[in-house]
């Protein structure tokens, strides 16, 4: 049973920094494609970041594109998504996903979530 466990939110002060965490358990990590998705109080569910399985390819939505870097190690089953410059715009629940599929220009939540991690950031 693959489970997904995500960490290091919190709350920051506009412009800092945030690195998030996702610890991946009973699968292999390294066939899957890997992503973060945020939701937002009173809005949808989106795409932030994705990464193929061989770290080899990264994805960016467009509201975070040059601020934010997915990386993973598949040594540790980890998959990180370092935030900087943030914005209060950017306070939701992230969450990581597992077995990501492209969705025309965007990507798509996978069969595997976690329950996610609060980052707030304040103005």
């Known amino acids: 049973q693959v489970q997904l466990v995500e960490s290091g939110g919190g709350l920051v002060q506009a412009g800092g920094s945030l690195r998030l965490s996702c610890l991946f358990s009973?699968?292999?990590?390294?066939?899957?494609?890997m992503g973060w998705f945020r939701h937002a109080p009173g809005k949808e569910r989106e795409f932030v970041a994705a990464?193929?399985?061989?770290?080899?390819?990264?994805d960016y939505a467009d509201s975070v594109k040059g601020r934010f870097i997915i990386s993973r190690d598949n040594a540790k089953n980890t998959v990180y998504l370092q935030m900087n410059s943030l914005k209060p715009e950017d306070s939701a629940v992230y969450s990581c996903a597992a077995d990501i599929r492209r969705l025309g220009s965007s990507w798509a939540g996978g069969n595997y979530w976690g329950q996610g991690t609060q980052v707030t950031v304040s103005s």
């Open positions: 009973g699968g292999t990590f390294s066939l899957y494609n």
């Open positions: 990464i193929t399985w061989s770290g080899g390819s990264t």
